[in-house]
């Protein structure tokens, strides 16, 4: 998906949250304000060629929250790999998982914002000659 550009991306972008799915709301409801973990979260982002449903810049975090139409995506396996070489993890929630279980929903995004970003984390060192 080509990134429309100046006031077509802005209109997209506002019509997605003008048309949010009731599990998006509900979602939302949850992340807005810095009411989870005091991060502050945005939603319908534009990162490159993608909009992510809800967006924590510092600690470079997406939460999707995806219906049946995601299983075995090929577009989203496409999207999550490009995020990650950009240093963004993406956490994706079922629709059901999120009506039927939103603190766990919550208490699992908390622990992903505990987490540093893909781009600060270190591979372990490697063993020295001779070990493993």
């Known amino acids: 998906m080509k990134r429309p550009e100046g006031e077509v991306a802005l209109d997209r972008v ?3 949250r003008r048309f949010s799915t009731d599990v998006e709301k509900l979602l939302w409801s949850a992340l807005r304000g810095r009411q989870l973990g005091k991060a502050k979260f ?3 982002v534009w990162l490159g060629a993608f909009i992510v ?3 924590c810049a510092e ?4 939460i999707e929250a995806d219906g049946g139409q ?3 995506s090929e577009e989203d396996a496409r999207r ?3 995020l990650a070489k950009e240093g963004i993890r993406v956490i994706r929630f079922w629709n059901n998982d999120v009506i039927d ?3 766990g929903v919550l208490e699992r995004i908390v622990d992903a914002l505990t987490l540093p970003p893909l ?3 270190r591979a372990p060192p490697s063993p020295l000659k001779g070990e493993g």
């Open 70 to 72: 995601h299983v075995q």
């Open 14 to 16: 506002r019509d997605m």
């Open 59 to 62: 600690a470079k975090l997406i």
């Open 119 to 121: 781009c600060e984390r």
């Open 80 to 82: 999550t790999a490009w």
């Open 101 to 103: 279980n939103l603190p």
């Open 53 to 55: 449903d809800f967006y």
């Open 42 to 44: 945005r939603r319908q």
